[in-house]
């Protein structure tokens, strides 16, 4: 069984060439057999004729010189036999005898008939003598001439065409390793390429085809395996920074239990603080439990009839209390009614709670953070935007990776009571593109900075 594909080319090649090669001998085989018994025939008929004028226009006086139509005969190659109009023999030639009586009821078209272990091709003539009387005729040609030209024919195309198909393999098979060549350099350069060394990249060759777009594809796929390995170990350096520092409190407040004695209330205080640091780890651990089912599509969102208006609304108030304790006003000025999507109305809600808590985090005091909801065309459109410090341009491309955070000193107070993981806004984008949307955000440093999200709108 043929598993390499430079076999199975080579052999589909040498069929194809086998079949055309065949299918032309065949046809040239029947065309050349069917001229070459035509041509027989009219030589038959000829030779019948010229046989009928000159030898029997006056049967009667060569009737005693048989020796020289049968010396005729023999030099031609031919068999003949005369019948009189009652039907009986006159003369037959030594080779025809005794098959020529089946003759005399033949008609006047050309026959094939076998005499004496030979092959024939006979033709029925009619003469008359000069006295009137009727004769019938019945000359034939031997095919053996024919029929050499014919096995001669076909031993040549049973020699030519093996020739030419092994031949063909050869050719093929240089043929299709040099086509292939470049695919083997692909694979043997992709075959060394490991988790390592993803940076590397495989050949493109100079020419235009399927190689040069098959290696073209190989290196975007390694850019995206690369970027992707790239991110899974900043993703799991960054998550075990963000757990190391909870893990290092909690231990050294422990051992410190442990290595003096404390009265209730210094136990109480470490409990405290114990619960504080175990609840910021898991805060840290379920935010990437939720980013890791998101990215796997295994988060089960609901896809119900969601007001963002009222979505909004709710959102507002409930950061209102936040915002009045950092000197934030947050505001809902514009909510268009009967702005409906179809989605998750507690993922929807989370991600406006993240754009507003990000705008009060960083909106100055006496600031103010809005969020505006309306419809248009076929999208929902909604704008968390706030007049904080905003975001240095060369932080904007990032804001969205998972452990991002720009420069700390941004947030008003060094002990930020909001903190953060560098989590909220992947998670808030993850949210956006489940439900079909997408966020983008513009900033200006010292000005604000605005979120706009787009959702496919309900109706």
């Not at 049967?59 to 190659?77: I, T």
């Not at 970027?227 to 050294?252: G, I």
């Not at 491309?397 to 009571?417: E, K, M, N, W």
Request: include cysteine.
């Amino acid at each position: 069984m043929l598993r390499s594909l430079k076999s199975r080319l080579t052999l589909l090649y040498v069929v194809i060439l086998g079949v055309i090669l065949v299918a032309f001998a065949a046809s040239i085989y029947f065309t050349g057999r069917r001229e070459l018994y035509g041509d027989f025939e009219d030589s038959v008929r000829r030779q019948a004729h010229a046989f009928t004028r000159m030898c029997f226009e006056d049967f009667d006086r060569l009737r005693g010189d048989e020796g020289k139509l049968n010396s005729y005969l023999k030099e031609l190659g031919a068999a003949a036999a005369v019948f009189d109009a009652s039907g009986a023999r006159l003369y037959e030639s030594p080779d025809g005898a005794p098959g020529f009586e089946k003759t005399r009821a033949a008609g006047e078209g050309a026959f094939h008939f076998r005499v004496r272990s030979r092959d024939y091709r006979f033709v029925v003539d009619t003469a008359r003598d000069r006295s009137g009387s009727e004769y019938r005729i019945v000359f034939g040609l031997e095919e053996e001439r024919v029929g050499r030209r014919l096995e001669r024919m076909l031993l040549f195309f049973a020699v030519f065409i093996p020739a030419m198909l092994l031949i063909a393999w050869y050719v093929g098979r240089v043929f299709v390793r040099g086509a292939l060549s470049p695919v083997d350099t692909l694979r043997k350069q992709a075959e060394s390429i490991q988790r390592s060394n993803l940076s590397q990249r495989v050949p493109i060759p100079k020419t235009r085809g399927e190689i040069r777009d098959l290696a073209i594809t190989l290196n975007d796929m390694l850019g995206r395996l690369e970027r992707a390995f790239d991110q899974v170990n900043a993703f799991t350096s960054n998550a075990s920074h963000e757990l190391k520092t909870p893990l290092a409190n909690l231990r050294t407040e422990i051992e410190l239990a442990l290595e003096r004695e404390a009265d209730v209330a210094a136990y109480q205080r470490l409990l405290a603080s114990a619960a504080e640091e175990v609840s910021r780890m898991t805060h840290i651990v379920e935010n990437l439990l939720l980013l890791a089912q998101l990215d796997s599509k295994q988060a089960v969102l609901r896809r119900d009839p969601v007001d963002l208006g009222d979505v909004a609304r709710q959102a507002a108030t409930d950061m209102e209390i936040l915002g009045e304790t950092r000197g934030v006003k947050v505001r809902a000025p514009l909510l268009a009614p009967g702005v409906s999507v179809s989605g998750d109305e507690v993922a929807l809600r989370r991600v406006l709670m993240n754009l507003l808590e990000n705008g009060v985090k960083y909106g100055r005091e006496g600031g103010e953070v809005k969020v505006s909801v309306w419809k248009e065309g076929a999208s929902a459109r909604v704008e968390v935007a706030d007049t904080g410090v905003g975001i240095p341009a060369e932080s904007v491309p990032h804001l969205f990776d998972r452990f991002y955070r720009v420069d700390r000193g941004r947030s008003r107070s060094p002990a930020d009571a909001i903190g953060g993981h560098g989590l909220g806004l992947s998670i808030t984008r993850s949210l956006v593109e489940a439900h079909g949307g997408t966020i983008t955000v513009t900033s200006r440093e010292g000005v604000g900075t605005t979120f706009h999200v787009t959702l496919p709108a309900m109706g």
